[in-house]
């Protein structure tokens, strides 16, 4: 190599960063022996600071601009400077770069409940998740405290401290909060304020700041949201009462459309839809609304002959088989709601279709 070149090479040099990853907190600018020589131009772009390291020791911070390290008063030697040592300079300097954006989008949560009392439902688990982002402000004490002498520090490496941090204190700020269950939704931006006001002194010491932190969900155990669900439900249904009968009417309607007995089936759907109708007209307080009420269910009946049973029969058609002799008074029938078979002539509702009967008709003459 040509002298001239190898002293051009000596004189002139730059240092600076251009950092292509998402992800990198702290960079070593690497020279050969660590090596920075008196001249050099030193690059601090915005979002970024430049850590002066000689011999060990935290000698400057440099901010963002550009910078000529040729000062006597600052700790750089040139290795031109030191033709005994064979351009070698015994003073061993470092320059360390510290992104000073914001690492944004960083997940944390919750891997075990968190014990809190609530005053409505007593003892309660609960399971919280959010993002939040982190920012360097004092890049002399973030190298110092943090990262040493790591040439290239990433966000992985102190991420999950930091998500212990904020999980420890959010089950502190949770426990003592006092908020009902109910209510956390409505809440959740005082509970990161909360958060993050309680970390910010332990984090300062590692000269980072929590600039967001978010609060995305705060979960119940599945059985305790089953039972706000089945509670909801009796809200909107009104009172209990009025959902028991809500659920009993619509179970037997669900049996009524799954019967084996087709007639019977729609004869019991119809007899509940109409019943339900009737209890869901009522106001709130159980008075009447202004809507007439429904005509009344007519039975519908089987009757048994031979060891089979046949129907089902209105009362009209029962009424055209006593008429022409099919059915007696003997004849054996049940309808939905009967303490088992009957005779016709023992049921009420049916005897009237005997006694209506015309008489004989008169001997011929």
Same mark, same amino acid.
């Given at each position: 190599m040509p002298i001239f070149d190898f002293l051009k090479g000596q004189f002139i040099d730059v240092i600076h960063w251009t950092d292509d990853t998402r992800d990198t907190m702290v960079w070593r600018f690497e020279r050969e022996g660590h090596e920075i020589k008196y001249g050099a131009k030193? $690059?601090?772009?915005?979002g970024q600071a430049a850590v002066f390291v000689h011999e060990g020791q935290l000698a400057d911070v440099f901010t963002p601009g550009l910078y000529m390290l040729e000062t006597n008063n600052m700790p750089i030697m040139t290795s031109l400077q030191h033709w005994d040592h064979g351009f070698k300079s015994p003073f061993k300097s470092e320059i360390y770069f510290v992104n000073t954006t914001r690492f944004t989008n960083l997940k944390w949560g919750t891997k075990n409940p968190i014990m809190a009392r609530d005053p409505e439902f007593g003892p309660v688990r609960l399971r919280a998740f959010g993002t939040y982002s982190v920012r360097v402000v004092d890049p002399a004490k973030f190298l110092t405290e943090i990262v040493g002498t790591d040439g290239e520090f990433t966000m992985d490496e102190i991420s999950f401290q930091l998500r212990n941090i904020i999980v420890q204190e959010f089950s502190r700020a949770l426990a003592s909060s006092g908020i009902p269950v109910l209510d956390m939704a409505a809440n959740t931006r005082d509970l990161g304020n909360i958060i993050a006001e309680a970390i910010s002194p332990v984090i300062e010491s590692y000269g980072v700041t929590l600039p967001e932190l978010y609060i995305e969900n705060i979960s119940l155990p599945p059985a305790v949201e089953q039972a706000l669900d089945k509670r909801t439900s009796v809200g909107i249904a009104g009172d209990l009462n009025r959902f028991t009968q809500y659920?009993? #009417?619509? *179970?037997? $309607? =669900?049996? *009524?459309?799954?019967g084996g007995d087709s007639g019977m089936g729609a004869g019991l759907g119809m007899g509940m839809g109409m019943a339900m109708a009737n209890q869901m007209s009522r106001g709130p307080w159980g008075g009447q609304s202004s809507a007439p009420p429904p005509p009344p269910v &007519?039975?519908?009946?089987h009757i048994a002959e031979n060891g089979e049973t046949k129907g089902p029969y209105s009362k009209a +058609?029962?009424? =055209?088989?006593a008429a022409d002799g099919s059915l007696s008074r003997e004849t054996f029938v049940w309808t939905q709601g009967q303490d088992g078979?009957? =005779? #016709? &002539? +023992?049921?009420? &509702?049916? *005897?009237?279709?005997?006694?209506?009967? /015309? /008489? /004989?008709p008169p001997p011929v003459s």
């Open positions: 030193l $690059t601090v772009r915005e659920s009993q #009417a619509e *179970a037997m $309607t =669900k049996a *009524a459309e799954q &007519e039975h519908v009946w +058609d029962l009424g =055209k088989m078979w009957l =005779k #016709a &002539e +023992d049921v009420r &509702e049916l *005897a009237q279709l005997f006694t209506v009967m /015309p /008489p /004989p």
